[in-house]
């Protein structure tokens, strides 16, 4: 009898860890493809990983490393990878001209784009920026539409000189003096300088200033609406679980990120950027929503920003409705 129960014990434990491999054969295999190097803003990904939000989803999430928001739209529109985490407006333009990509969620509905410098200049306003050197990449999404901060906050190109260059000379321009201030974005470029420096950074944010348009987000090939529907539908309710978690949990998603990439830069840094990052994930039309649902108002406010100074035609604009979509969000509230 003894030896009986003990086959059956077997039997019941070597069932039980077939099911269970059964069940991570089955789970789908996806690669997130970031917009950049890792930094505070992308936490949320691997808090969720971790915590295995993304697993509960029936989703084996590999998430890589990007090299700029172009790169990351094209190789989801080449269908080289199922999902990408960029930049929404470099996304629409793409679309508008043929690209066949849609947003599935915005994470940014506030803009991150503002002019930073070292706390101790006493950059705080616009008028601040009078007399002072400018650190900025010509032809990137800031610089464009830096004229319109220009004309809102009724500053002109000879109430300050600049300083051109790619990211990295911008952000050496302010480290090592030759500039005041970058254009850059309020959790991103402002850590590497403290990581650099230790010094803290104060940006004057473009959204407080009315220029106010969305930034990074979700998106995936059109066909993916249609022919993997599920699958789009279970990867945006972990990445609203991932949000939602690392919100109230700042210091796991940095350990997160460090666990997974331990050369990502430094706790702290981590944390605060992420911490910056927080207050763009909704508008007051979205406020008290879960994330990622982004309003209409705000998509029509984008796309028409990107026809006035984003080199984006009209009239292949067309509808803004054409470039998101809501309907694979988990419901609105808990």
Known sequence: MLKARFVKILSLAGMAAFLAGAQAEAADKAVLLLNWYVYGEHAPFYLGKKKGFFAEEGIDLDIQEGRGSALTVQAVAAKTVPFGYADVPTMIRAAVKGAPVVATGIALQKSPMSVMGFSEKNIRTPDDIKGKTVAMTPGDSMSQIWPLFLKRTGLKEGDFQVVSGDAQTKLNAVINGRADVLLGYAMDQSMKIKDATGKDVFPVMFAD???????????????????????????????????????????????AVLEALPKAGKKETLQEGFELTIPLYHTDETKGQRPWRVSDKIMADTVDLLVQYGGVEAASAGDPKAFYTNDFLPAASQ
């Open 209 to 255: 200033y009315g220029i106010n348009m969305v930034s990074s987000g979700i998106f995936v090939h059109k066909d993916m609406l249609g022919e993997n529907a599920d699958l789009v539908r279970r990867f945006m309710a972990a990445a609203t679980k991932s949000i939602e978690y690392a919100e109230k949990h700042s210091a796991e998603a940095a350990e």
